[in-house]
């Protein structure tokens, strides 16, 4: 058992001896000095999907590529850019893929219908059984 | 009654259309590539100075050749690209021109790189921030664009290049070739 998580451990190593050794992106670890900009790039950050390890946010990540995203985010919010205008940019490179903001398209449309069509009908259910029972009571 | 019951059975198509929906999606083999959105699109602005002693930068420009090229995203630190070297030298045996990114690398690695894994690039431009490989629409490396004589992205291959898709991208270079 020990031995399994030391090999598991080794493993997860790996992967940060082979990233080379040039130093992060000026922007990776570095707060942008506005604070509502640092807000604005942060609150992004925790939206956009890593490209390496595509089950964590750029926020979360440690890869250095999640490092060179969070620059390019900080980067053009310090320059100016909304951060609609950022997730667009990244959108119009790599698809819906990158952000974790859902958006209604050709394949994502009945995860936002099925849930209100299920609403409707569980409505239009209860209406039913309420009316029949306050008209069999008011029989009764 | 008649129209509850009629009800019911709708909630209970929707609730199975859902599922059936959920059980096909998973079943659905998993992909971990997330492709370009920029195939079929002009290159991104970009200039980049040389990544290594021997060999001149890369410029968007350096594509409006007329002639079509490979375009190799790589790093000194990344285990498959020592896999892929020899089949970007079958490539280059074969007629094809290889232009190469260096990303988040190091002159003096660069150089060691290629001394041991072979050059056959014509040019190396160097992305320390990955940007080129962002405005790419690139997920990491290695991988490999065809992009036609007019400087248009023609074609991804994502990951390294084994044996068997060495004809596969010498024919999209080739259709890149008549194309334009």
Request: charge should be negative; glycine fraction near 8%.
């Amino acid at each position: 058992m020990r031995r399994l998580v030391a090999l598991l451990l080794l493993a997860l190593a790996g992967p940060l001896a082979a990233q080379g050794n040039v130093p992060p992106a000026p922007y990776a670890y570095t707060q942008l000095a506005d604070p509502a900009q640092e807000a604005a790039a942060r609150e992004l950050m925790h939206t956009l999907r890593c490209l390496q390890c595509q089950s964590q946010s750029i926020a979360d990540s440690d890869a250095p590529i999640a490092g060179d995203m969070r620059h390019q985010v900080r980067a053009r919010i310090a320059a100016g850019e909304s951060p609609d205008e950022v997730r667009d940019w990244l959108i119009s490179r790599y698809g819906d893929y990158i952000s974790y903001e859902p958006q209604v398209s050709a394949s994502t449309w009945p995860l936002f219908v099925v849930p209100a069509i299920i609403l409707v009908l569980a409505v239009l259910l209860l209406l039913a059984r309420v009316g029949r029972r306050r008209a069999s009571g008011e029989g009764g | 009654m008649r129209r509850l019951r009629i009800i019911l059975w709708c909630m209970v198509a929707v609730a199975a259309a859902l599922f059936a929906l959920f059980y096909y999606q998973l079943n659905q083999p998993k992909n971990d590539f997330v492709t370009s959105a920029m195939v079929g699109q002009p290159l991104p602005q970009f200039a980049l100075e040389p990544a290594s002693a021997d060999r001149p930068g890369l410029a968007t420009a350096d594509f409006k050749t007329g002639e079509p090229q490979l375009l190799n995203l790589f790093g000194s630190w990344c285990i498959p690209c020592r896999i892929e070297a020899p089949q970007l030298e079958a490539l280059e045996r074969q007629g094809a021109r290889i232009t190469g990114v260096a990303l988040r690398d190091t002159p003096e690695d660069v150089a060691q790189f290629l001394e041991l894994y072979g050059n056959p690039f014509t040019r190396i431009g160097r992305d320390d921030l990955s940007e080129t490989q962002f405005a790419l629409g690139a997920s990491g490396v290695p991988e490999t664009f065809v992009i036609d004589g007019a400087g248009r992205i023609t074609y991804q291959h994502i990951g390294p290049i084994a044996p068997g898709d060495v004809p596969v991208i010498l024919a999209e270079l080739r259709k890149a070739g008549s194309g334009s």
